[in-house]
């Protein structure tokens, strides 16, 4: 049986993970037949969200902890993360993907990486395993792998900055995936469109379906 | 196009909404043709659990604003909600449901019901208007109509405590739905078993048809 490391960057699209993606995207795996783990880094969050207002809460919470909201308890932290124990690597989306797991965010093309994104992302790439990112996640395989093709849906500035990175942006449609199959990377818009969740499920079971099919040849 | 309210209450399983259960219910229902409002009392939550640890944070968060991580921000307090604009009224689990929309998880039989949950129920089952409850939130129907048939799985003592407030307790597996037809409500366990997010998905999917079917005719 297959095994995908999922990585989620909090609870919640505007300052973690966003749910639906996390969600449809285990969903996805164990109804293709594989398994999963759930790691997030222990570092603070960024900022913390009312997911109402939009306004920052002033208040604090760590990644590791509001993830394990989504995981129901069952999540490492990333640190522990050993590449050689699974098939896959896959990043939903979320605003925490470009505040916590990296500065994308803030900084943009500039941006930093946590260091355990990091290694789980070389260490895989490096082993030549596949790796998945949603939505705005792609970010992440851009700035650490540079000449990568991958999608980020449509937005012109996010697709500009990818571009910054070294990175060759392909526009897509909903539950469309891109496959760079010389790196072994796999990505989908979701939400980074005007999504409803039966097209976050699509796109979900659709990176999972293209990543099973890569490791089974 | 037919059109559900969910209620949450919360967002995570010891405090708050399921989210697999609660995500999966609301791809259930965009899925199968139909469309969904997300609603939640704007209150404080009975307390803050640590989704690692099981431990209490001592802090204070509100039922509303964080259900809105899982309605990405669209979603209305439930003293709002209005059984004329919807056909059918659904609650996912999660310990929020016993602890937040009731206070079951404290007080087991004898527990107050929120009084903005109890005018949904009342005033859906009083239009003939089909409600569903997954996981443990069955007990909101059990406590405020009496005489219903319902499942919560297989626990005995939950199954006892909704006896006591008058329901007729069927033991269930993964998947399936108890139907009360005279009262027009659906129950399926889900993770008041052990189950995984495939089950949880199948759990979802399956009493959003039997509902479908049941406003359809």
């Known amino acids: 049986m297959k095994k995908f490391a999922v990585v989620l960057s909090g609870s919640g699209v505007f300052d973690g993970a966003e749910i639906h993606e996390a969600t449809l995207a285990m969903y996805a795996i164990k109804k293709q037949g594989a398994e999963y783990d759930v790691f997030a880094p222990d570092m603070e969050q960024f900022h913390v969200v009312n997911h109402i207002t939009g306004e ?99 937005d012109e500035g996010t697709a500009k900055a990818v571009g910054v990175m070294g990175a060759v942006h392909e526009t897509t449609d909903h539950g469309q995936v891109v496959m760079d199959e010389e790196n072994k990377l796999f990505t989908t818009p979701c939400y980074m469109l005007d999504a409803d969740i039966a097209q976050i499920g699509e796109g979900a079971f659709n990176i999972v379906n293209a990543m099973l099919k890569q490791l089974e040849g």
Not at 122 to 143: D, N, Q, T
């Open 56 to 154: 920052d809460m002033k208040e604090k919470r760590n990644v590791l902890v509001e993830a394990a909201r989504i995981a129901r308890g069952k999540i490492k932290p990333l640190n522990e993360f050993d590449p050689a124990a699974y098939d896959a690597l896959l990043f939903p989306g979320g605003f925490g993907a470009a505040k916590n797991l990296s500065t994308f965010a803030i900084d943009g093309p500039d941006c930093r990486i946590n260091i355990d994104v990091e290694k789980a992302i070389k260490g895989m790439h490096s082993a030549g395993k596949p790796i998945g990112a949603l939505c705005i996640a792609p970010v992440l395989l851009a700035k650490m792998l540079g000449k990568v093709k991958l999608t980020i849906g449509q």
